[in-house]
Nanobody, 121 residues
Framework: VQLQASGGGLVQAGGSLRLSCAAS????????VGWFRQAPGKEREFVAG????????RSADSVKGRFTISRDNAKNTVYLRMNSLKPEDTAVYYC???????????????WGQGTLVTVSS
């Protein structure tokens, strides 16, 4: 499956963005999807994940209550709605597909190219 992340940009603290992860290739609805982020000089970290049907989600403590993951299998797309953005949310955001929405990068076989989110203070 091929993944294309988009929707990043520059936003002021307190603002919102919606990231999209569009899939093509294999049957997208068979896969769980995770969003990860990587800030300069830091390791890639889990942000949020959703199972294949969209009924089960999980998110990192650092984004709970602010970020929401959802999916539309008819459109082969997963979304990450990000509200109340903080400067520490600045990172390249990646989407990935795998069997289950786990928090480790090794659980995902397919990765998108990343989209940059910059939050100014």
């Amino acid at each position: 499956v091929q993944l294309q992340a988009s929707g990043g940009g520059l936003v002021q603290a307190g603002g919102s963005l919606r990231l999209s992860c569009a899939a093509s290739g294999r049957t997208f609805s068979n896969y769980a999807v995770g969003w990860f982020r990587q800030a300069p000089g830091k390791e890639r970290e889990f942000v949020a994940g959703i199972d294949w049907g969209g009924s089960s989600t999980r998110s990192a403590d650092s984004v709970k209550g602010r970020f929401t993951i959802s999916r539309d299998n008819a459109k082969n797309t997963v979304y990450l709605r990000m509200n109340s953005l903080k400067p520490e949310d600045t990172a390249v955001y990646y989407c990935a597909a795998g069997a289950r929405p786990l928090v480790t990068t090794t659980a995902y076989a397919y990765w998108g190219q990343g989209t940059l989110v910059t939050v100014s203070s």
